[in-house]
Each structure stands twice: as structure tokens, then as C-alpha cells.
């Protein structure tokens, strides 16, 4: 059974302060490795990733993939109270749609 | 429409009572979603369309629930006899084939 595991599973930082949130991954056939930001309800799409080593970044975000250790990093830098959010990691297989989601990480950031 | 929607936004139930939640795809998408997401727990896949294709229903958790999706797009999702356990948001998502999936705002629903 494919597997999603998110750490930490809440953070609370301060404006400005970097985060790193992680998110390992047990699956078969892995195709690709999204990150989600939810805010309310609808996650929004941050980054797909489907090869190791190769950083997505838009803005303050980026993301890396290692294969190898079967992970992936969410980095945020200068964070803002509007990045406070629940993040979620998901796996999909080659061999099918789905989306396997982690719990997320909730991410608190005060002023 | 410029994303997915789903109605209602909010349903409050009684255990017992079917409820119907709808979703309309983004214009174009030939794939939709439905996945749950319970307090506390991750997003839970429920049940895949794509195209003409039969449904993948081997998310759902039982017998109860079923999903339909008339004329390749807009599509609901049927609980028959609720319990409170469902409780939950439900969430829609469709994409262009296998590409990445986008979320509607989802309905969350209430089992009293």
C-alpha cells in the first residue's frame, strides 16, 4: 500500500523565519510528487516533481526531489503570515491516477 | 468556468438522510476526482472518471456511497443513509488526462 508521511505535522514560526517541511513516500511504480497548499479547503498546486535533484521554485517556495532517499523538501524563506497554511505531499503512481495524500504540515506563521 | 465548483459549500444532516454533492469540472477536463478528507486525516481517494472509460470506484468505502458523471462532466456524489462518520469535506478535482489535478472548494458535510 503506497505511503505518505509529512514531518512535522505542525510548525509554528515567526514572520520572516525559513521552514523546511519534509515529506517521505513509500510507493510503486512512483511517477510523481506533488505539493499542495490548503488554505480553507479547495489545496492549491505548488509543484510537481518527477526528477531527483532538479529544484521547482516559484517565489519564496522551492522543492527538491531525491529518489534516492525516497523524500522530497518544501522550503519556504521569508515567510509571511499569508503563507500559514496546511501543506500536503502526495504520490501518484505510473501505473494510475490516484493521488496519495500525507496528513500535511501546518504551518502557523505570527507576525 | 475558470475552476472547479461544488455545491453546496456547507450540508448539515441527519444520520439516515441521503445527500447528493455535485462538482463541474473545469471546461475541458476530461478527468474528475472525488477524494475525502476527514478531521485530521489526509486526503482520502474515493473514486476516478476519465472519459468514457468505466469509474475506478475502489476508493469508496462502502456500498452506500456512488458517484455518477452525466455527459462526460459535471458529476455527483451520492451518500445513501448517512452516518456520522461521514462526516467530512468533500473534495472534486479534475485534470486533462493524467496532468496535474485541480481542486474545487469542496462541501463539507455535516452528519448529526
Known amino acids: 500500500e503506497d505511503k505518505v508521511v509529512q514531518s512535522p505535522l505542525s510548525l509554528v514560526v515567526h514572520e520572516g523565519d525559513t521552514v523546511t517541511l519534509n515529506c517521505s513516500y513509500e510507493?510503486?511504480?512512483?511517477?510523481?510528487l506533488l505539493w499542495y497548499k490548503q488554505e480553507k479547503k479547495a489545496p492549491t498546486f505548488l509543484f510537481m516533481l518527477t526528477s531527483s535533484g532538479i529544484e521547482k521554485k516559484s517565489g519564496r517556495l522551492s522543492s527538491i526531489l531525491d529518489k534516492k532517499e525516497l523524500s522530497s523538501i518544501l522550503n519556504i524563506t521569508a515567510t509571511q503570515t499569508g503563507d500559514s497554511a496546511i501543506y500536503l505531499c502526495a504520490v501518484e503512481r505510473g501505473s494510475n491516477y490516484k493521488l496519495t495524500f500525507g496528513k500535511g504540515t501546518l504551518l502557523t506563521v505570527n507576525p | 468556468g475558470a475552476g472547479v465548483s461544488q455545491s453546496p459549500s456547507n450540508k448539515v444532516t441527519e444520520k439516515g438522510k441521503d445527500v447528493e454533492l455535485r462538482c463541474d469540472p473545469i471546461?475541458?477536463?476530461?478527468?474528475l476526482y472525488w477524494y475525502r478528507q476527514s478531521l485530521g486525516q489526509g486526503l482520502e481517494f474515493l473514486i476516478y472518471?476519465?472519459?468514457?472509460?468505466?469509474?475506478?470506484k475502489s476508493g469508496l468505502p462502502s456500498d452506500r456511497f456512488s458517484a455518477e458523471r452525466t455527459g462526460g462532466s459535471v458529476s455527483t456524489l451520492t451518500i445513501q443513509r448517512t452516518q456520522q462518520e461521514d462526516s467530512a469535506v468533500y473534495l472534486c478535482?479534475?485534470?486533462?488526462?493524467?496532468?496535474?489535478?485541480?481542486f474545487g472548494p469542496g462541501t463539507r458535510l455535516l452528519v448529526l
Open positions: 478535482a479534475s485534470s486533462y488526462g493524467l496532468e496535474t489535478q485541480y
Open positions: 472518471f476519465q472519459g468514457n472509460s468505466a469509474p475506478d
Open positions: 510507493v510503486t511504480n512512483f511517477r510523481s
Open positions: 471546461s475541458g477536463h476530461t478527468a
